[in-house]
């Protein structure tokens, strides 16, 4: 049953315009993926709702947007050029790689012989310039961090924030995957939400468990289920060589419990190392006592597409038909979205496409589009345009018809419970604006 929930929501994505698979008319390309209409809007949504939660509502972070293309001195002394490694193994038959701490596929035709475990830097290479040798090097990044941590200095000077603060940014990542699959969990390009938020030395354990609690209340306020949530605690043992303390935040998809988020204290070893590497100092002057240190970091992580995957399968939903046929094209389905980051917020259908209700209904149309994502449908009987919009999460549906004539009013429909309120045409922003919110939808006006 997991595994078909996952290709529903496969064909969902693919169906409706959320998630394509890139170059599919060349047949694809493996672990990369095109974002249709509905798809890009709804990651736009997310990060939006990341944006004014992390940045616009705090004065203690600041936004960049740092380059994706890396010189290589950068990940050389950040220890990825010599340290961003799978262990890969290789069939001596087939030729094909597989991650060696991941479970390997069983062959059909043969049965895999196995050579010994190497490491794979998953770093892409490429050149800056014209001129191919070690010294034009550079890499796309495998994180935004590293973007942050060499505008620190820069960042400080020009902001003139105190410690402690953070530097926020939400941007593409690249990563050359020996193993991929699960959809849209484990790609070669991807999307980041990451802040570096730079603490004294000493407050570090408060800080990190501040940003835990954080990133927790942010996945709830998403709209994640509680019950498919958990926090992972790293053990000493497994920490990466930079981590005091690190807590993943993972949800429990169809296939299995995975990674979402991360929240690392990398005490002071990124500013240490560039700041050895470069030869600039990268260290901050406490006006206040005198004090002249190089900042521990905690780094809070989310993965956008991730997160993206883990509301589609929470908001999915299948509606079963009344009638006792329930084949699988009968079925109708809703996707409970968090209002706030649906794609559409809003339909208008014409009850009729006629006495005047197309033109009324299009004028609404008109007036909001400038406003919010809405569309505009009057194919089809009521209830199925209903639906269509259902399956994209649209959080309300506006009907003009033959009582808008008489009085200016129109229905709304709620996606969730399917009731519907009747409310003046001059009232349409204001009630749809308050569910886009989440206020009770029965508060809103007198349920039909």
Sequence with gaps: MAVDLMEQIVSLAKRRGFVYPSAELYGGT??????????????????????RRFVQERDD???????????????????HEKQFNDMMVECKKCKQRFRADHQIPEAKDHKHDLGEPKQFNLMFKTNLGPVEDPEHIGYLRPETAQGMFTNFKTILDTSRKKV?????????????????????????EFEIGEIEFFV?????????????????????????????????????????????????YEYEFPFGWGEIAGIANRTDFDLKAHEKHSGKELRYFDEKTGEKYV?????PTLGIERLMLALLVDGYDVIKPATSDQQPENQEYVLRLNPKIAPIKAAVFPLVNKDKLPAIAREIYEDLRAWKHVEYDDSGSIGRRYRR??????????????????????????????????????????????????KEFKKLGKIK
């Excluded at 900042?295 to 780094?299: F, S």
């Design 30 to 51: 493996g672990a990369v993926w095109d974002f249709g209409p509905y798809g890009n809007r709804m990651k736009n949504n997310i990060k939006s709702f990341w944006y």
């Design 61 to 79: 972070i600041i936004d960049i947007d740092s380059a994706i293309l890396i010189k290589r001195e950068v990940l050389a002394a950040s220890g």
């Design 164 to 188: 402690p603060f953070g530097i926020a940014q939400i941007g593409k990542s690249f990563r050359n995957e020996i193993t991929t699959g699960n959809f849209i969990f484990r790609a070669r």
């Design 200 to 248: 004294k030395p000493g407050t570090d354990d408060e800080w990190f468990k501040k940003w835990v609690d954080e990133w927790g209340k942010f996945f709830e306020e998403c709209g994640l289920k509680k019950e498919k949530l958990r926090r992972y605690d790293h053990p000493t043992e497994s920490l990466a060589h930079y981590s005091k303390g690190t807590t993943d």
């Design 295 to 299: 900042p521990y970091v905690i780094e």
């Design 389 to 438: 919009q259902d399956e994209i999460g649209t959080i309300a549906g506006i009907t003009v018809d033959f009582q808008t004539l008489k009085d200016n009013t129109v229905t709304i429909r709620d996606r969730d419970t399917m009731k519907q309120i009747r409310i003046k045409r001059s009232e349409i922003r204001d009630v749809i604006g308050q569910m886009i919110e989440g």
